[in-house]
């Protein structure tokens, strides 16, 4: 059964950068067809889709966020990993990796457990 | 892209059914069959509930079921249990590869 978890600090200093991994135990990250996302959730707030990578490396970003979002595989690991560059107190958040289900439209399942992340000085 | 609109709180008694609605536009729940649902009990990762529309996930339920018509989509829950108390979301594909998700709903079951 496959598993994610994410790992990574719970405190971020505004203007500094954001960095998150999720760990993918129970099945291989480099499978053919499979796709891998981020998604997040302010404190009370609704969900937002962050982007996606490829089982090959193949990035999709939120076009609202493309500019500070970098997604990348690490086949070796079996892990793939969030950069969110020139954070503010809007990238508050738990942060979820997620699997997309089936093809690459279909959604996300399963679900990592998510983790907090707090900006602050 | 803006976020799908859902309404902010939908209620029913165990044993009674509740829809949620979902509204997007044409480039996003009009434009594909690819609307997805998820539930999600506080403090935990969403669930996914309905795939494409109206398919449901292995070890899904069948109380839950998915339509859409137009640039809405809904999510009944019939048979109502107290264990279906949650945040609802609703999620579209929205073209170029991107995606959008609503603003969710709060079910209580009275």
């Known amino acids: 059964q496959l598993q994610l978890q994410e790992s990574g600090p719970g405190l971020v200093k505004p203007s500094e950068t954001l960095s998150l991994t999720c ?21 009370g707030k609704g969900l937002e889709w962050i982007g996606s990578i490829s089982y090959s490396g193949s990035t999709y970003y939120n076009p609202s966020l493309k500019s500070r979002v970098t997604i990348y595989i690490d086949t070796s690991n079996n892990q793939f990993s ?32 998510g983790t907090l992340v707090t900006v602050s000085s | 892209q803006s976020a799908l609109t859902q309404p902010p709180s939908a209620s029913g008694s165990p044993g009674q059914s509740v829809t949620i609605s979902c509204t997007g536009t044409s480039s996003d729940v009009g434009g594909y069959n690819y609307v997805s649902w998820y539930q999600q009990h ?24 998915g ?18 108390e949650a945040d609802y979301y609703c999620s579209s594909y929205a073209g170029s590869n991107n995606f959008v998700f609503g603003t969710g709903t709060k079910v209580t079951v009275l």
């Not at chain 1, 942060?95 to 690459?104: L, R």
């Not at chain 2, 506080?42 to 839950?64: C, H, Q, T, W």
């Open chain 2, 67 to 84: 339509s859409k018509s137009g640039n809405t989509a809904s999510l009944t829950v019939s048979g109502l249990q107290a264990e279906d």
């Open chain 1, 23 to 43: 760990t993918v135990s129970g099945g291989s990250i480099s499978s053919r067809n499979y796709y891998w996302g981020w998604i997040r959730q302010p404190p």
């Open chain 1, 82 to 113: 969030l950069k969110l560059s020139s954070v503010t107190a809007a990238d508050m958040a738990v942060y979820f990796c997620a699997k997309h289900y089936g093809d690459y439209v279909r959604g996300f399942d399963p679900w990592g457990q």
């Open chain 2, 42 to 65: 506080p403090g935990k990762a969403p669930k996914l509930m309905i795939y494409e529309v109206n398919k449901r996930p292995s070890g899904v339920p069948d109380r839950f079921s």
